[in-house]
């Protein structure tokens, strides 16, 4: 099965070598050797993963059975979800203008789902349970038939509770009908992903109880003596008492972090070392997808810079850079050209700093990269609290006060906007509440939008008092670097559309959350609290605006439809699946709101959705396409 | 985006309106034939959510129960010789916004009680401000007063909650079956030496608008106390911890605490374990 037909020789016929040299200890092993009974687990070490990747399906008819099982990773043994026995779940492999049919069989004890992200499909066949279909109760078989009307690089993942953090997730790769535009000789999947031995509902309700449980990088009487040494006493104490005065901690970068979690790259912890083989010189395609449950992943490989050359499966124009944030969800394509005969790192650093996944290019099997120096982790800062000394100064009102108090005196002081100067092409804008709006203004600009009188209820704990767009930055823990790092500015598609259409309605959604809670919410209102589907209209041209009130990034998935990102690009804007908002931000993305159905529109970091950050969108009207 | 909440009496009038037009098409059925075109079959409707499954599960309740306070205390206070123990525990079961809470509260030989005191509350909690819950409950109190049992019930309302600069607040009121009114602020505060090692400040007073003597209490001011308990966080759910306290009472109720035995003003130290589940 070759990866890719534009190689006519080189990677294959290396990794197929490798595999017959090693076809009984590797190849029997490297299919299940991230995933071994628990026995089997404490007697073999873990071997060097060599070139493995997660065994390929495809065709017409793919069977996938779901399946609980003990899975051991570095020592420790937990309960994971697997399908066809294994974490990750096969490869699979489709082909652009086929059909599909995937027959996926409950063997667990409670129901479950598969959903195929990034996927235009019927509705039917996209997997979310009470959404789209009833789920695949225990001992039956659920068939999904669909046509595949696209090309790249996707993933699959459980839509049920906690078993997507229990490892019930796989690559899903489709191999385009004209041929790529990209050259590589290697091509390699680099799943990312997160595991823990506690139960996924154990650890939500260790967060519903203590939500800082998994938090070991808070702010102590340690980093005060060495801050107060830095900025001197007073600033310091200011700064910390600012933060305890809104009951914010600005380390929450993460909810549940290294202390609970194991990074895994293909599988294999960092110990586990996967790694990819490559000649010097060869163009080598890593394939990464972050199917993470709850980490943002910052990748690099150090001593290489990465060209992006696929966003979310779809084509754009080629970027380089040294590093890349991966919300969960995600994912890039990447071509790196290793010149020197030496093992280089993949190193995907979670975003809190509190662990990694890694793995290895080598030109050799047994290899091991150098793992560069850790980062500290970062803080939050007035801008992602939508409330910056800049635009204090800007707005004329950067007294003392203000500093220490400033979004509850901006809460405070009602409705009505305030255009900020400086900030020319809208000078008037309506003010933002949660209502739908009906707007025919162009996309989310440069500008800084006064977030309206209603602050969202109980279940939210603060507003962003100034939102804007944050696409042309590379995010908290990532600005200071030297590094350079790909922002969604960067990111245009290949070719452009064929014309721009104006979106003709504007939904603006709030991401909302009350961190000491631990409530995850749109517009403060959990799903629970806001069921009835957001009508759409088939065929319409559709903004959705997401605005960040919390302080944390939330990567937002709608499901069955292009989010076209409006990030300045023109005729040139990035189709993706997956987006990531961060804290006071106001995104926008286009859709073209051409699938009818019911569909899913939520916060996929899992124990966000949840918790409630989810949403059924409906689209009326049109013809329903049956399956296939 | 909002979406419009349930509305009962729409629900009420769709199911007559689609009773009676459901009658009557089945009615008319047989007598007219449909004239339509079987050309264009109509868009089945999409299946009912309602026998599915919700995609998430954000109404699931959770049970809490945190152990704040269970301590050794070597004598040291009026009766020399004597150890005593005290406990304060509370916790809640419920969802995001409706919560039972429990607590209970154990004390001896303090500045504020000389003999045994054990309450017991059990309160309908609501959330309802943005870091606050109200509380609404009983409480049963049972104390030694010369020599004797003594018992009474109580009604109470409290708040509990995060005030500004991170202070867990708890405050209620309590009125007993004989009208008298009582009334408890308690303020604490973690301070993070290291990720594990934590300093807990804890502040707590009663007061009370008339005296009852068998419960020791004078009208006005009963006690102050402070205390500062420095935990090891094993796990965060597991963490022992030494400390003291400082308490005194005052007017009336340091008298009432004298003659029954008792130090209106004490400083002790305490050995115990804070644990959550």
Redesign the interface.
């Known amino acids: 099965m070759p990866f890719n037909k534009n190689v006519p020789d080189g990677a294959d016929s290396i990794s197929r070598r490798l595999l017959l040299k090693r076809i009984g200890a590797l190849g029997v092993l490297a299919t299940i050797q991230s995933l071994l009974p628990a026995c089997a687990g404490r007697a073999i070490h873990p071997i060097p993963s060599v070139g493995t990747q997660p065994s390929a399906l495809s065709g017409e008819l793919i069977d996938l059975v779901i399946n609980e099982r003990s899975f051991t990773v570095d020592g420790q043994i937990g309960t994971a979800v697997t399908i066809n026995g294994t974490v990750p779940g096969p490869l699979l492999r489709l082909r652009e203008g086929q059909q599909v049919a995937i027959r996926v069989t409950n063997h667990l004890r409670e129901?479950t789902s598969i959903h195929w992200h990034g996927i235009l499909l019927p509705f039917e066949m996209d997997g979310?349970?009470?959404?789209s279909?009833?789920?695949i109760e225990p001992g039956t078989t659920f068939s999904y038939r669909f046509p595949v009307k696209q090309s790249g690089t996707y993933w699959y993942h459980s839509?049920s509770?906690g078993q997507e953090l229990q490892g019930m997730y796989g690559p899903l790769i489709i191999e385009p009908q004209e041929p790529e535009p990209i050259r590589n000789d290697r091509d390699y999947v680099v799943l990312l992903s997160d595991w823990s031995v506690e139960e996924p509902d154990r650890i939500l309700?260790?967060l519903?109880?203590?939500s800082g449980?998994y938090n070991?990088?808070?702010?102590?009487?340690?980093d005060f003596v060495a801050d107060a040494r830095r900025m001197g006493f007073w600033p310091a104490l200011e700064d910390y008492?600012m933060w305890?005065?809104?009951?914010m901690d600005p380390t929450d970068f993460a909810d549940v972090t290294g202390s609970a979690l194991v990074y895994l790259m293909n599988g294999l912890s960092p110990t586990g070392n996967w790694t990819g083989l490559f000649h010097p010189g060869e163009a080598v395609r890593l394939r990464l997808i972050n199917a993470a449950a709850a980490t943002f992943f910052d990748v690099r490989v150090p001593g290489l810079t990465m060209t992006v050359v696929q966003a979310d499966g779809q084509h754009v124009q080629p970027v380089t850079v040294e590093e890349l944030r991966m919300g969960p969800a995600e994912t890039y394509d990447v071509i790196l050209r290793p010149e020197e005969d030496r093992a280089y790192t993949v190193f995907a650093e979670a975003m809190d700093r509190s662990g990694y996944a890694r793995g290895t290019l080598a030109p050799r099997p047994g290899m091991s990269g150098d793992l560069p120096p850790r980062r500290p982790r970062p803080l939050r800062t007035m801008d992602d609290m939508g409330m910056g000394m800049e635009a204090m100064g800007r707005m004329g009102m950067g007294g003392h006060e203000h500093k220490q108090s400033g979004v509850i005196q901006g809460r405070q002081q009602g409705p009505g906007h305030l255009p900020l100067p400086g900030h020319a092409g809208h000078d008037h804008r309506p003010d933002h509440g949660?209502?739908?709006t009906e707007s025919t203004a162009s996309g989310v600009g440069m500008e800084w939008v006064r977030h309206g009188p209603d602050d969202h209820g109980?279940?939210?704990?603060m507003i962003a008092e100034y939102a804007r767009s944050r696409w042309m930055e590379p995010g908290t823990g990532l600005d200071q670097t030297e590094r350079r790092v790909l922002v969604y500015a960067d990111l245009k598609r290949l070719t452009p559309m064929d014309e721009w259409r104006e979106p003709e309605r504007t939904?603006?959604?709030h991401l909302t959350g009350?961190m000491?809670?631990y409530?995850w919410s749109?517009?403060g209102k959990?799903?629970?609290e806001?069921?009835?589907?957001?009508p759409l209209r088939k065929d319409e041209r559709l903004r959705l605006v997401f605005v960040n009130d919390t302080m944390m990034e939330h990567p937002i998935h709608l499901h069955g439809m292009w989010m076209e990102l409006e990030n300045g690009a023109g005729k040139f804007l990035p189709r993706k699946h997956t987006v990531i908002v961060k804290p006071a931000e106001r995104l926008s993305v286009a859709v073209t709101v051409d699938a009818p159905?019911?569909w899913?529109l939520?916060c996929h970091l899992l124990l966000h959705?949840?918790?409630?950050m989810?949403?059924?969108v409906e689209v009326a009207g049109g013809?329903?396409h049956g399956p296939s | 985006m909002r979406t419009g909440r349930p509305r009962p009496w729409a629900a009420v009038l769709a199911c007559f309106v689609v009773c009676f037009v459901g009658i009557g098409l089945v009615s008319d059925a047989g007598a007219q034939p449909s004239t339509e075109s079987p050309v264009l079959p109509p868009i089945p409707p999409p299946p009912l959510l309602t026998n599915w499954p919700s995609p998430v599960h954000d109404q699931r309740p959770y049970l809490f129960t945190l152990i704040d306070v269970l301590e050794y205390r070597p004598a040291g206070g009026a009766r020399p010789g004597r150890d005593d123990y005290r406990w304060d525990i509370d916790g809640w079961y419920g969802g995001d916004h409706h919560r039972l809470w429990f607590k209970s509260e154990g004390q001896q030989d303090t500045a504020f009680k000389a003999d045994y005191d054990v309450d017991f509350q059990l309160l309908y909690g609501r959330f309802i401000a943005k870091y606050y819950d109200v509380q609404i409950g009983s409480r049963v109190e049972t104390q030694q007063f010369r020599g004797r049992n003594v018992t009474r019930g109580l009604g109470v309302i409290g708040i509990q909650g995060l005030v500004p600069y991170n202070y867990e607040l708890e405050a209620a009121l309590f009125i007993d079956q004989g009208g008298h009114v009582s009334g408890r602020l308690s303020l604490t505060k973690d301070f993070l030496l290291t990720q594990r090692l934590v300093l807990q400040g804890r502040f707590e007073t009663n007061l009370a608008a008339q005296r009852v003597e068998r419960f020791t209490t004078g009208a006005g001011l009963n006690n102050l106390e402070f205390g500062l308990r420095l935990r090891y966080e094993i796990r965060r759910e597991f963490a022992p911890y030494v400390g003291f306290s400082v308490d005194r009472s005052f007017g009336e109720t340091a008298a009432l605490v004298r003659e029954e035995g008792g130090n209106p003003s004490q400083i002790r130290f305490v050995a115990g374990v804070r644990l959550w589940f």
């Open positions: 129901p979310v349970p009470g959404v279909f009833a789920g839509h509770g309700a260790n519903k109880k203590v449980y070991f990088q808070k702010r102590t009487a340690v008492l305890d005065w809104m009951r949660t209502a739908t109980l279940g939210n704990q939904i603006e959604l009350h000491v809670r409530l749109f517009d959990k799903y629970s806001a069921p009835d589907p957001i159905g019911r899913a939520h959705m949840e918790a409630g989810f949403r059924v013809e329903r």
